[in-house]
């Protein structure tokens, strides 16, 4: 079993154990946690958002139409979902030790060990911050959304004497990761994008031998990882399925 599967599992325990618990009456605090290595933590919200903003953007573009001779307009994909988490309010002696977890998990090199994996490597193996669970109250019914950190604001109102910050209200800007766990209708056509195509992973294979012979760019692999939300290359297995980027999203950049 990976640490992968194990974070995981762990995840789903935590999820339903928590939703257990909120529909059981008891007061459960928004939070968000992240299961794998190395960027291991849990965030809980002292005070819970005054205010969830969800949006998503549907991308067309004109394409043929065989029967009116014409063009019509089609869906290609719907990004990402944005959540923002607004006036979130931490309090405590703790609150700059959750305030910096928060900030690490912006970085794709979160964590000790993930800069100590950068350092020892030579290159950051890593595109995309580490997958976090924000959860609050019961799945489906409540908010349970698999998400990476894009933004955050921390703003420290309150301090002891000795300089110690015990309350600070936070804002966060996340996007939406694709997960059987979240509570957002799921984007069918993410891997389906004009242009791109389906690669099954052969034994010897990885990202950088399949962008080569591909595009005859090793360093494509970082696209090809971003379209897959794939964080860990290392971790692709002979037998898994990948889209490979069309080459106007290698060129504008506009992977996801």
Not at 166 to 171: C, D, F, G, L
Request: with cysteine; hydrophobic share 40%; net charge positive.
């Amino acid at each position: 079993m990976t640490a992968a599967m194990i974070g995981a599992g762990a995840n789903l325990a935590a999820g339903v154990a928590i939703g257990a618990a909120s529909l059981a009456g008891a007061r459960v605090p928004a939070s968000l946690r992240c299961t794998t290595l190395p960027n291991i933590g849990f965030v809980y919200f002292d005070f819970n958002p005054k205010e969830i903003s969800i949006a998503r953007t549907a991308q067309r573009r004109n394409m043929p139409s065989p029967a009116s001779g014409g063009s019509q307009a089609a869906t290609q994909r719907s990004d990402p979902a944005k959540i923002t988490l607004a006036d979130v309010t931490l309090e405590g002696m703790d609150t700059k030790l959750r305030c910096d977890t928060l900030l690490t998990w912006t970085s794709p090199d979160a964590g000790f060990l993930g800069q100590l994996l950068s350092v020892v490597t030579g290159q950051n193996l890593r595109t995309q911050p580490p997958e976090l669970t924000f959860q609050w109250g019961p799945p489906m019914i409540g908010f349970m959304y698999t998400v990476n950190m894009q933004s955050i604001t921390v703003k420290y109102t309150r301090f002891t004497s000795a300089g110690i910050p015990v309350r600070a209200k936070v804002t966060l800007g996340m996007y939406e990761v694709p997960s059987l766990l979240g509570t957002l209708p799921q984007n069918p056509t993410s891997g389906g994008l004009v242009g791109r195509r389906a690669h099954t992973v052969a034994h010897g294979e990885s990202l950088q031998s399949i962008a080569t012979t591909n595009y005859g760019n090793p360093g494509a692999w970082r696209r090809i990882a971003e379209v897959n939300g794939i964080q860990d290359p290392t971790r692709v297995r002979p037998g898994d399925t990948i889209y490979l980027p069309n080459p106007q999203e290698l060129a504008d950049g506009s992977a996801r």
